[in-house]
DNA sequence: CTATCTATGACAGGTACCTT
DNA sequence: AAGGTACCTGTCATAGATAG
């Protein structure tokens, strides 16, 4: 069965690898579409007031299909563009500002040693090796980010793989004074001998396993978000510095693709086949010649005829436009820009060093205040995120965490009150901030600045420092439940233990069908059927582009997915970005979107300090999700 | 300024899988 | 490290836009 990548969709029947393929990119499509539209229904809730095009037709589904729209487009526009050039070039009468686009753009390509000959060593450049403190730094922040994010389940065994897991163990009980290598050599040989109806069981129990992987990578895809693929290129970026290999980010399906340029538009009309009976139009056919000779007699005519990148450019102008675009909104609907300064920030602290400890007592009362403060700051409305770890990178213990999220939970629910509690604490807190002020003189300038923003919000700080107390009430009677204190935080182990069952989409029979990173494995179609090789190819990241481009509009972003979101887990229900984006808590019934914030009015001060606490089990929930 | 992304398919080399 | 299998990834040629 060992037969070279492309061949095997190539040189099978139709039936089989076409059937394959075509399962695989639906299964994609499902997944894809599930994971938006269920990212998309959160999403809309939280977002409809920074969104312009809140009429509820047009957010990520309207970006799926005005993606494959603008393949179409192109390729139309490229049909219609050839066909009118079939006649000759007239030297385009392109005007002055044309003229230097293309003079700007062919002296550098010429510049450029185009041919093998004068080709530089490398297109890479060496980057620097980083000094010790930098890679103990980056190896901070690489496992850090390793730890917020969550790697694809691990691929099934093979058939070889089930059958030498079954047999070994006898083996090696048989004759436990051999090697292991040796036991292995054997068992790997008995395999060998084994015929096709023998190895009919191991087949199926691979087969079974593959399956059943199928189900966990959907339910792993469908429980990604947009940020998850800014953290993986975080940390892609830094192993590459550290010189680790991490799996290769996996694009959002929501997130557009850059068109295609002028040149790659051109070595793509250049690939149809010409009719049957005629010469290949620019004297190479895709057929016959191998990749690099193609490519490189097309490169020559694409520099000698300028009026070919003439005939591309409108139509990737246009492409571009619609990129930019549909990235900007895309930006904008997931809070792309803000998830990155918040991660930004996140990252630099990890490599500040953590400030002197101070007093013991005083530093706990600065950091609740600071801890308030920010909390307040989300309440009023601003940007902040709930935090999950302290400015040093540590995490925020369960105490310090409860404090802050029932801080913000008490102030969202006494919003109305909090101006005149400010009042009082002004006075209250005077001492406190003397406090600030006398610590800020023994700490670094940095911490001096921290203290600083502190001591600007300390006056909502007495207020929460209440509330942070009623929640230390919580957390005592909390640690008689054990359960409810599980940390929210570990995505490693993202699935949805409760919903084991949950693809029941899932088409049958696409071994392997989804592996995140597998850009060549079903490598488009044969040459002569590639009258969609755009639309319809996986992406070098393994997420076709497919599968988006037929998304449904049924399935408008606006209308949660018929399955909804599972509970718990990932399901918590919470938007990546929410917190970004919208810091009123009030206006959305808060971070669980239970109406967890805060307790009613007139309950018991032991109801209250349980709705805190469920309130921090919600926003700790729902900060796992976000990150 | 440089790396990356976008397209393409063949192919070589690498890796995960498992166990001791 | 051993075994075999199947899949993964980089490379090759190339231009131009964009991200960092």
């Given at each position: 069965?060992s037969?070279?990548?492309?061949?095997?969709?190539?040189?099978?029947?139709?039936?089989?690898?076409?059937?394959?393929a075509?399962a695989?990119?639906?299964?994609?499509?499902?997944?894809?579409?599930?994971?938006?539209?269920?990212?998309?229904?959160?999403s809309?809730?939280?977002?409809?007031?920074?969104?312009?095009?809140?009429?509820?037709?047009?957010?990520?589904?309207?970006?799926?299909t005005t993606?494959?729209?603008?393949?179409?487009?192109?390729?139309?526009?490229i049909?219609?563009?050839?066909?009118?050039l079939?006649?000759?070039l007239?030297?385009?009468?392109?005007?002055?500002?044309?003229?230097?686009?293309?003079?700007?753009?062919?002296?550098?390509?010429?510049?450029?040693?185009?041919?093998?000959?004068?080709?530089?060593?490398?297109?890479?450049?060496?980057?620097?090796?980083?000094?010790?403190?930098?890679?103990k730094?980056?190896?901070t922040?690489?496992?850090?980010?390793?730890k917020k994010?969550?790697?694809?389940p691990?691929?099934?065994?093979?058939?070889y793989?089930?059958?030498?897991?079954?047999?070994?163990?006898?083996?090696?009980a048989?004759?436990?004074?051999?090697?292991?290598?040796a036991?292995l050599?054997?068992?790997?040989?008995?395999?060998?001998?084994?015929?096709?109806v023998?190895?009919?069981?191991?087949?199926?129990e691979?087969?079974?396993?593959?399956?059943?992987?199928?189900?966990?990578?959907?339910?792993?895809?469908?429980?990604?978000?947009?940020?998850?693929?800014?953290?993986?290129r975080?940390?892609?970026?830094?192993?590459?510095?550290?010189k680790?290999?991490?799996?290769?980010?996996?694009?959002?399906?929501?997130?557009?693709?850059?068109?295609?340029?002028?040149?790659?538009?051109?070595l793509q009309?250049?690939?149809?086949?010409?009719?049957a009976?005629q010469?290949?139009?620019?004297?190479?056919?895709?057929?016959?010649a191998?990749?690099?000779?193609f490519?490189?007699?097309?490169?020559?005519?694409?520099?000698?005829?300028?009026?070919?990148?003439?005939r591309?450019?409108?139509?990737?102008?246009?492409?571009?436009?619609?990129?930019?675009?549909?990235?900007?909104?895309?930006?904008?609907?997931?809070?792309?820009?803000?998830f990155?300064r918040?991660?930004?920030?996140?990252?630099?602290?990890?490599?500040?060093?953590?400030?002197?400890?101070?007093?013991?007592?005083?530093?706990?009362?600065?950091?609740?205040?600071?801890?308030?403060?920010?909390a307040?700051?989300?309440?009023?409305?601003?940007?902040?995120?709930?935090?999950?770890?302290?400015?040093n990178?540590?995490?925020?213990?369960?105490?310090e965490?409860?404090?802050?999220?029932a801080?913000?939970a008490?102030?969202?629910?006494?919003?109305?009150?909090?101006?005149?509690?400010?009042?009082q604490?002004?006075?209250?807190?005077?001492?406190?901030q003397?406090?600030a002020?006398?610590?800020?003189?023994?700490?670094?300038?940095?911490?001096?600045a921290?203290?600083?923003?502190?001591?600007?919000?300390?006056?909502v700080?007495?207020?929460?420092?209440?509330?942070?107390?009623?929640?230390?009430?919580?957390?005592?009677?909390?640690?008689?439940?054990?359960?409810?204190?599980?940390?929210?935080?570990?995505?490693?182990?993202p699935?949805?233990?409760?919903?084991p069952?949950?693809h029941?989409?899932?088409p049958g029979?696409?071994?392997?069908?989804?592996?995140?990173?597998?850009p060549g494995?079903?490598?488009?179609?044969?040459?002569?059927?590639?009258?969609a090789?755009?639309?319809?190819?996986?992406?070098?990241?393994?997420?076709s582009?497919?599968?988006?481009?037929?998304?449904?509009?049924?399935?408008?972003?606006?209308?949660?997915?018929?399955?909804?979101p599972?509970?718990g887990?990932?399901?918590?229900?919470?938007?990546?970005?929410?917190?970004?984006q919208?810091?009123n808590?009030?206006?959305?019934?808060?971070?669980?979107?239970?109406?967890?914030?805060g307790?009613?009015?007139?309950?018991s001060?032991?109801?209250?300090a349980q709705?805190?606490?469920?309130?921090?089990?919600?926003?700790?929930a729902?900060?796992?999700?976000?990150?």
């Amino acid at each position: 069965m060992s037969v070279p990548r492309g061949f095997t969709t190539h040189g099978m029947p139709t039936s089989h690898a076409q059937a394959q393929a075509q399962a695989q990119a639906q299964a994609q499509a499902q997944a894809h579409a599930q994971a938006f539209a269920m990212q998309a229904a959160l999403s809309q809730a939280h977002f409809s007031m920074h969104n312009p095009n809140d009429d509820g037709t047009n957010t990520g589904a309207g970006t799926a299909t005005t993606v494959t729209t603008a393949d179409d487009d192109i390729k139309s526009q490229i049909t219609m563009d050839t066909n009118g050039l079939e006649s000759g070039l007239h030297t385009p009468s392109i005007g002055g500002e044309d003229t230097d686009d293309l003079a700007s753009t062919t002296p550098k390509s010429e510049s450029k040693p185009t041919l093998k000959e004068g080709k530089p060593a490398s297109r890479k450049k060496e980057v620097p090796e980083p000094d010790a403190a930098d890679k103990k730094a980056l190896m901070t922040q690489f496992t850090w980010l390793k730890k917020k994010i969550s790697p694809p389940p691990a691929r099934p065994p093979s058939a070889y793989q089930t059958f030498i897991k079954a047999r070994f163990p006898a083996a090696k009980a048989a004759n436990p004074a051999a090697p292991a290598t040796a036991v292995l050599s054997e068992v790997a040989a008995s395999w060998g001998k084994l015929t096709d109806v023998e190895r009919g069981p191991f087949e199926n129990e691979a087969k079974r396993l593959s399956k059943e992987y199928d189900g966990r990578y959907a339910n792993w895809l469908s429980a990604r978000v947009p940020s998850d693929t800014i953290l993986e290129r975080k940390l892609y970026a830094i192993a590459k510095r550290l010189k680790k290999k991490v799996a290769k980010p996996v694009p959002h399906p929501a997130e557009p693709k850059q068109p295609l340029g002028p040149f790659l538009l051109f070595l793509q009309e250049a690939r149809e086949l010409p009719p049957a009976g005629q010469k290949a139009k620019y004297g190479v056919s895709f057929d016959n010649a191998g990749i690099t000779e193609f490519t490189r007699v097309l490169t020559k005519y694409y520099k000698e005829h300028p009026d070919t990148f003439e005939r591309f450019r409108d139509v990737n102008e246009r492409s571009q436009e619609k990129y930019r675009r549909e990235l900007a909104e895309f930006h904008t609907t997931f809070n792309i820009d803000a998830f990155k300064r918040q991660l930004d920030e996140e990252l630099k602290a990890l490599i500040v060093p953590p400030p002197k400890p101070a007093p013991k007592g005083a530093s706990k009362k600065a950091q609740a205040a600071e801890l308030a403060a920010a909390a307040a700051q989300a309440a009023a409305g601003g940007h902040h995120n709930p935090m999950t770890h302290h400015p040093n990178g540590k995490r925020l213990t369960k105490k310090e965490s409860a404090a802050q999220a029932a801080a913000a939970a008490a102030h969202a629910a006494h919003a109305a009150h909090a101006a005149a509690a400010v009042q009082q604490a002004q006075q209250a807190h005077a001492v406190a901030q003397a406090h600030a002020v006398a610590q800020a003189q023994q700490v670094a300038a940095a911490q001096a600045a921290a203290a600083a923003a502190a001591a600007q919000a300390a006056h909502v700080a007495a207020f929460h420092q209440q509330h942070a107390q009623h929640q230390q009430h919580a957390q005592h009677q909390h640690a008689q439940h054990p359960h409810q204190h599980q940390h929210p935080q570990h995505p490693q182990h993202p699935q949805h233990p409760q919903h084991p069952q949950q693809h029941p989409q899932h088409p049958g029979h696409h071994p392997h069908a989804q592996h995140p990173v597998h850009p060549g494995q079903h490598p488009g179609q044969h040459p002569g059927q590639h009258q969609a090789a755009a639309a319809g190819r996986p992406s070098p990241y393994g997420v076709s582009s497919q599968p988006y481009g037929h998304h449904q509009p049924g399935q408008h972003p606006s209308q949660p997915s018929p399955q909804g979101p599972p509970h718990g887990g990932h399901g918590a229900g919470l938007p990546p970005s929410s917190h970004l984006q919208h810091g009123n808590p009030g206006a959305n019934g808060g971070y669980g979107a239970h109406g967890g914030y805060g307790a009613p009015p007139g309950s018991s001060a032991q109801a209250q300090a349980q709705a805190q606490a469920q309130a921090q089990a919600q926003a700790a929930a729902a900060a796992a999700h976000f990150f």
